[in-house]
């Protein structure tokens, strides 16, 4: 009796800190990852268990063995307001997505943070998303050339990048590629292709030298400028759209070529984007309504949908009455996004709404998002979205000096 008397007083003053290494990491791999970073702040053991490179790897290789895995994501929005005079609005859409009982994403804190950081920089703008991180540019003080941001908006962690040592145009043509180690790259075009020489003259910023390097380097085919700055990745390339192709740049092997988009399109500014590892090509005519797809398959563009816009339908009669509007008005369906994680989906934009499209039935949904805006901001806004997936453990951002490394996070 007194043996059980003491194993149950033993039991009812146990603590989570008596347990062993290998049973807190099996609790640790199924908490969801908010509850990972403030467990990191308990104590010293916890922090150290959580933050060695053998936690991560068991977390994420955890969550993508289970079946129903799907990797949440947003739509990061960068948008300006005509005629006011308010900054420009940044922040992520939510669209529904699986695990939201794994996946809190800490919105009014990265809202509040970004919102200190718009008033303590010049004009910070969102211009690239790649893998799970941001690049923002934006001066500070009398400083005329811009500083690139480098952020994660899952942890914010956020670090500052040196100036580049070549100040170039106002507003110059910038890549960004995120490899699958973390290493960031961040390509600024100086010069381009409409010079008689073909010349590409680029600096190239690499986060495992934490150094900017100047490489020149002369374009296959000449074209005379940029349709869009912004970018998608690909296999290892950045790529830009350029009249009538795509520029592909690798800025680990510095290896530039140029490719054509698909030869049956209408000849109008479409857009391009990546879906479960496809890379896709949207238009949108207004002269011949209708919605085309193009996949590129072994390095060829084939057409995969064609949806004319009296196909369309919608089991929400709200936006079947708008859409109807819309088209006896012959203004039609705007473009948002693909959905990274789902090629059959497209986002896209119906009057004020934001609607889904089924490619395979042509059947739009409205999408219940949570969003960062004032009442009625939103609908005014003229804007750009970049979709960004959430990997199952989120990248480290490191910061690279002459000795050392320093994790920012």
């Known amino acids: 009796m007194e043996e059980d008397e003491r194993q149950k007083e033993l039991i009812m003053t146990s603590t989570m800190d008596d347990l062993p290494d290998y049973l807190l990491l099996e609790i640790f791999q199924r ?7 403030r467990a990191k702040s308990v104590n010293k053991r916890w922090n150290f268990l959580i933050t060695d490179p053998f936690f991560p790897h068991c977390y994420a290789s955890r969550q993508q063995q289970c079946s129903s895995f799907s990797p949440p994501f947003a739509l990061f929005y960068i948008g300006f307001i005509p005629g006011s005079n308010h ?7 939510f669209p529904p997505f699986q695990h939201q009982q794994t996946f809190t994403f800490p919105l009014n804190f990265f809202t509040s943070q970004l919102q ?35 952020c994660n908006p899952l942890t914010f962690t956020w670090i500052t990048l040196p100036h580049p040592p070549r100040h170039g145009p106002r507003y110059p043509v910038v890549g960004f590629m995120v490899e699958d180690d973390g ?21 190239v910023y690499c986060s495992t030298t934490a150094k900017w390097s100047p490489n020149h380097v002369i374009c296959p085919t000449h074209f005379d400028s940029f349709t869009t700055k912004t970018t998608q990745v690909y296999q290892g390339s950045i790529l830009w759209m350029v009249e009538d192709g795509l520029l592909w740049y690798n800025p680990r092997t510095a290896i530039i070529r140029v490719s054509e988009l698909p030869n049956d399109r209408r000849r109008i500014r479409g857009r391009l984007g990546v879906s479960c590892g496809r890379l896709s090509y949207y238009e949108v005519s207004r002269y011949d309504p209708a919605l085309r797809v193009w ?5 060829e563009w ?50 004020r709404q934001l609607v889904t499209c089924k490619l395979s039935s042509a059947c ?36 690279a000096s002459s000795n050392h490394i320093i994790d920012a996070s």
């Open 31 to 37: 908490l969801p990852l908010n509850s990972i970073f």
């Open 302 to 351: 084939m057409v995969n949908h064609v949806i004319r816009h009296d196909h369309f339908w919608s089991s929400d009669e709200s936006v079947q009455g708008k859409f109807l509007a819309l088209a006896e008005a012959r203004r039609y369906l705007r473009w948002v996004a693909f959905n990274p994680t789902d090629c059959d989906v497209v986002f896209l934009k119906c009057d």
């Open 87 to 93: 900054p420009c609005q940044i922040g992520p859409f």
């Open 183 to 203: 290493t960031f790259w961040i390509v600024q075009i100086l010069a381009s292709g409409f010079l008689p020489s073909g010349l590409l003259v680029f600096q």
């Open 295 to 299: 996949t590129m398959s072994g390095g």
């Open 364 to 399: 739009l949904e409205v999408v219940p998002c949570r969003c960062d805006h004032r009442d009625g901001i939103f609908y005014r806004l003229e804007w750009d979205v970049m979709p960004l997936v959430f990997k199952p453990w989120p990248t480290a951002l490191f910061i």
């Open 116 to 150: 200190k950081l718009q008033r303590e920089t010049h004009s910070l703008q969102l211009i690239g998303c790649s893998s799970d991180l941001l690049l923002f540019s934006g001066s500070k003080g009398d400083t005329l050339s811009d500083t690139y941001y480098v």
